[in-house]
């Protein structure tokens, strides 16, 4: 059967990531978060005191950049990747509310973007790959086979976002998760380097009425007619 590249992108907390994750499991393909990638740069920043109220020391960090190596690993107990900073598993510490507050200062850095691109062609070049972000479908797979961009209401992503945290024990309030949806929205669209766009090929899923299952079904749906065609 032929491999293709089936791009996922989308605004933040619209659960790419789970439905690419279920999805690279159904058809036994490989799955990276590219947002993992730039939430393990962003850890790297923080960790080193470059981030200073959203002011990132952005000469000091391109200048580490080669020192930063990114990497995924098959973890057996949640059937996932985790992802790798310099050779430590840092899939928890980058979820963290002061890693997403400011990791759209750090993926609107030229040299970063470059970079993290590069690495993600190297991934999917031999198709057979789910890799879900913001510019997949735009700049890192022009030519994927499918493309997904899946949207849904502010407050919406803000409740599961709000749900996730809260389960993992964060001390948070629902509109500090609103704004910060809303900011990095606003960051992650107008920025000049790879803005999140829908393609023009890429089919929009808005998921606020629908539920993971109906969704996933429908994206698998398009993902085996789209692998029939290839
Ligand atoms: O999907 P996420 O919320 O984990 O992404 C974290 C941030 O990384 C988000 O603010 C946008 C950015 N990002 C990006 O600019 N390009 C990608 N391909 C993936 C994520």
Redesign the pocket.
């Given at each position: 059967m032929n491999s293709i590249v089936i791009a996922i992108d989308g605004h933040?907390s619209t659960g790419?990531s789970t439905v690419a994750k279920k999805l690279a499991k159904a058809l036994e393909y490989k799955y990276v978060d590219?947002?993992?990638m730039?939430?393990a740069v962003t850890l790297f920043a923080l960790r080193n005191g470059w981030i200073h109220d959203g002011e990132v020391n952005t000469s000091q960090l391109i200048s580490y950049l080669p020192e930063v190596n990114i990497d995924f690993e098959y973890n057996a107990e949640n059937f996932s990747n985790d992802v790798f900073l310099n050779g430590e598993n840092v899939e928890q510490a980058i979820r963290s509310m002061e890693v997403s507050e400011n990791?759209?200062f750090v993926?609107k850095i030229d040299e970063v973007r470059e970079k993290l691109v590069q690495l993600q062609k190297e991934f999917g070049h031999e198709k057979g790959i789910v890799m879900d972000?913001?510019?997949?479908g735009s700049v890192v797979f022009p030519d994927a086979e499918l493309k997904i961009f899946m949207t849904a209401t502010a407050q919406i992503r803000a409740q599961r976002r709000f749900d996730e945290l809260k389960s993992k024990g964060e001390n948070i309030k629902y509109a500090e998760v609103l704004q910060n949806v809303k900011h990095?929205d606003d960051i992650?669209s107008n920025r000049k380097n790879s803005p999140l766009i829908q393609s023009d090929d890429a089919i929009k899923i808005d998921n606020s009425e629908l539920s993971q299952e109906e969704q996933f079904n429908m994206i698998l749906k398009l993902a085996e007619d789209r692998i029939e065609k290839a």
């Open positions: 933040s790419k590219t947002g993992a730039y939430r990791v759209s993926a972000g913001r510019d997949i990095r992650d």
